[in-house]
């Protein structure tokens, strides 16, 4: 029926509206979800947690890394080798590794050779078969005393600082070091620099 406007009257104007669902009532109807949603959705979420717990716990143990400095160990400069009686005539590679040394021991005195040698650094290799100390790193040569003879190094290998102990032990510092440079008199005579056979 058509009122005297020319409209329709309240009735037929609802019956359209009910045969057509509202937009508040598709929205909830979208947020009705199935048991298999709900688990995808909290599967996300802890994954989504587990990701976020991993970079914060990661930042957090970078940023107390920032208060342990790195350091690094290197050998005591200060030890005990033994006694004379424990080494042989010649050259003693024993503690080459551990402590960069070598123990020369010759009728006259035992003396201890720090193992870097004098033109860059390097750690010559005791050829026994040559008799001679060769760096593998650029050649130079040197005899059985550490005294270079070919090669690039511009001096001989020096010399740490030997003593005996009460004990009788050989007590090695390498931190006090005895040199021979041309023009300059030699070191490997001072007191420290041996210990007589």
């Excluded at 590679?93 to 004098?118: D, G, Y």
């Excluded at 005996?164 to 440079?181: C, H, M, P, R, Y």
Aim: hydrophobic share 35%; net charge positive.
């Amino acid at each position: 029926m058509a009122d005297s406007n020319g409209g329709q009257t309240g009735a037929e104007r609802e019956a359209p509206a009910e045969a057509k669902p509202s937009f508040l009532s598709r929205l909830i109807e979208g947020f009705k979800k199935t048991e298999a949603d709900k688990d995808a959705v909290r599967t996300r979420r802890l994954f989504v947690g587990f990701a976020i717990s991993g970079f914060l716990t990661t930042n957090f143990l970078m940023f107390l890394r920032f208060f342990f400095p790195r350091t690094i160990f290197e050998p005591r400069t200060v030890f005990r080798i033994g006694t004379p009686n424990d080494f042989g005539f010649g050259v003693d590679t024993k503690f080459q590794k551990s402590q960069r040394i070598w123990v020369v021991k010759n009728t006259e005195r035992l003396f201890v050779i720090s193992a870097i040698c004098t033109h860059l650094g390097c750690t010559p290799d005791w050829k026994q078969s040559e008799q001679k100390f060769k760096c593998p790193c650029h050649g130079s040569g040197y005899d059985p005393e550490g005294i270079n003879y070919e090669g690039p190094a511009p001096r001989p290998m020096d010399r740490a600082r030997v003593e005996l102990n009460a004990e009788g032990q050989i007590v090695v510092d390498t931190s006090v070091l005895f040199k021979e440079e041309k023009g300059k008199q030699t070191q490997f005579n001072d007191p420290g620099a041996f210990i007589p056979v």
